[in-house]
């Protein structure tokens, strides 16, 4: 069972940035993924990364400002948020595949282990 720990978030004024940062229990052979969700909304993807770090993807939302990346020697991943707006307010969570799962994938259906979330809020 791998466990996933969110850290980083915090409160930003508007176009600021902020780096999250995704620590895993043990070794992560799969795709990772970031994910938000906003009170009353549902869980929205927001970037997604394979598991040799070469192929990324990211939500129209935040292509251009949000840069994915992991270092499979330290079982982390990192989220960095540039320019960042009021409305992505919201709790974002870390993400990883099924072991073997290599490739990216931007549903949260096709993600099995979740970390407690970090909160992150922009202020206008």
């Known amino acids: 069972q791998v466990q996933l720990v969110e850290s980083g978030g915090g409160l930003v004024q508007a176009g600021g940035s902020l780096r999250l940062s995704c620590a895993a229990s043990?070794?992560?052979?799969?795709?990772m993924a970031w994910f938000r969700q906003a009170p009353g909304k549902n869980r929205e993807f927001v970037a997604t990364?394979?598991?040799?770090?070469?192929?990324?993807d990211y939500s129209n939302a935040v292509k251009g400002r949000f840069a994915i990346s992991r270092d499979n020697a330290k079982n982390t991943g990192d989220l960095q948020m540039n320019n960042l707006r009021p409305e992505e307010t919201a709790v974002y969570y870390c993400?990883?595949?099924?072991?073997?799962?290599?490739?990216?994938?931007?549903?949260?259906?096709?993600?099995?282990?979740w970390g407690q979330g970090t909160q992150v809020t922009v202020s206008s």
């Open positions: 043990g070794r992560t052979f799969s795709a």
């Open positions: 993400a990883l595949r099924s072991r073997g799962d290599l490739d990216v994938a931007g549903t949260p259906d096709q993600y099995v282990y």
């Open positions: 990364i394979n598991y040799r770090g070469d192929r990324s």
